[in-house]
């Protein structure tokens, strides 16, 4: 039962494909998992073993009759409540949406599907993606399988606890500055911010439009690859969705290959503010891929200081528009439905009740930037440093195949620390969101330990060059595995399991 546990889904899809193992027994140890330890690590909003075993079954079946099946058919997967499932609440993990079962499936769900996964069920998250720390979370706050005491990352932080707790072997996230890769980065696992309008946002639910992207993660980088060629790809029903081939992602994978790529570190992301243990784990990643044939250069991205200030324009913006649609009327919580309140009252009164302090900071944010007379010095000036910012991205690529960054200034921050401090909380966001402006492909990659914590290092590629970042991803894991025997997780295992293979 651990080996199933411990093994990548690129292992358990070839070991379902050769009959050594049934999807049943692989979901059901992944079900007895969850049992044993969510109590304490608190990765999912919603755990259904009946419809799980039930899609298990049904690959074996299917596998059974002789039916060709892809690389990932049986292997089960985590996804965050935030892409719409039928048959389950999507919550979003906002109390306004308790209840709420969507009438459709997400393009990405159903790619999932389709591909014969096996949903295990929804992960939490802060409520409507708006967090870095699932503390925002209207249910409750998941806790980081290193160190349940802090914080596994958001918003996305249901998805890599349950990777990192061995509860799934793999997950899908949303990243729209972070919430891939920062929770990733945190938690000592692997994940994945395509191109923007590489995957399909239909029957995501909308933080912010312009921003916002699918991802896959894993503990694995190769695992993450086969995700992500799962679920990418063309969809008419995303009108940013790009029409153009997938980017050989699982190939880059498996060949590791960094000879000959010119990798850029970027100056502006490091000193001030970063962690020394981080900054030390990152040096030694960089050293490590060039050890691996990579040429490693100093790149200067000068407006990248803008991005965070920008970011909580455009974000807030596009969340006050997008959030409207919560009116008491279409979805979910209604309040003061009694015959004694008006229509807007009852919405206010709803909106009240269903939204947290975080949703309500950034829909009034919002509401102000876009207001009349504003407009021009806050969202017309933030989308001006956006441009910008997609400008240092261009030169750098001119010179550099791909740039290199800490993924998160600090690790894991302790459970409670900062949400006094939203400005606090917001710098977790520092090294992801340019990438989320300028729209190009960026994944987060475990690089070792600083005080028993993981640390992550981002690699950032241009446009459609997705490929490249699972490239230098699975170069500084073959790296890094040589010295650790393994994945950084595989320690993570150890240390719960006292060594138990
Ligand atoms: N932490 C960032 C925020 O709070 C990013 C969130 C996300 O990517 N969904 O906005």
Known sequence: MSALLQSSAAELGRAM???QVSSREVTQAHLDRIHAVDGDVRAFLHVDAERALAAADAVDARRAAGAELGPLAG?????????????APTTVGSRILEGW??????????????????VLGKTNLDEFAMGSSTENSGYFTTHNPWDRDRIPGGSGGGSAAALAAFEAPLA?????????????????????KPTYGGTSRYGVVAMASSLDQPGPCGRTVLDTALLHQVIAGWDPMDSTSINAPVPDVVGAARRADVSGLRLGVVRELGGEGYEPGVEQRFREAVDALAAAGAEIVEVSCPNFRYAL???????????????????????????????????????????????????????????????????????????????????DFEAAFETCDALLSPSTPTTAF???????????????????????????????????????LPVGLQVMAPVL??????????????????????????????????GEQ
């Open 414 to 452: 302790r459970i409670g620390e900062r949400t006094d401090d939203p400005l606090a909380m917001y710098a977790a966001d520092l090294c992801t969101i340019p990438s989320n402006m300028a729209g190009n492909a960026a994944g987060s990659f475990p690089c070792g330990l600083a005080d028993g």
């Open 75 to 87: 292997v089960p997967i985590a996804i965050k409540d935030i892409f719409c499932m039928t048959g």
């Open 172 to 192: 899908l996230g949303t990243d729209t500055g972070g919430s891939i890769r920062q929770p990733a980065s945190v938690t000592g696992t692997v994940g994945v």
């Open 17 to 19: 494909a050769s009959g």
């Open 101 to 118: 079962q969507p009438p459709y499936n997400a393009t990405v769900t159903q790619r999932v599907l389709d591909a014969g996964l096996v």
């Open 309 to 391: 200030g920008a970011y909580y324009l455009i974000m807030p913006s596009e969340v006050s528009s997008n959030l409207a649609r919560f009116d008491a009327m279409r979805y979910g919580l209604r309040v003061g439905d009694d015959g004694s309140h008006s229509a807007e009252e009852v919405m206010a009164l709803t909106r009240g009740a269903g939204f947290g302090a975080e949703v309500k900071r950034r829909i009034i944010i919002g509401t102000y930037a876009l207001s009349s007379g504003y407009y021009d010095a806050y969202y017309g000036s933030a989308q001006k440093a956006r441009t910008l910012i997609a400008g």
């Open 465 to 498: 060059a997705d490929d490249r970042v699972y490239a230098v991803g699975a170069a500084l894991e073959r790296e890094l595995a040589a010295r650790w025997g393994g994945v950084l997780t595989d320690r993570l295992w150890a240390r719960q399991n006292g």
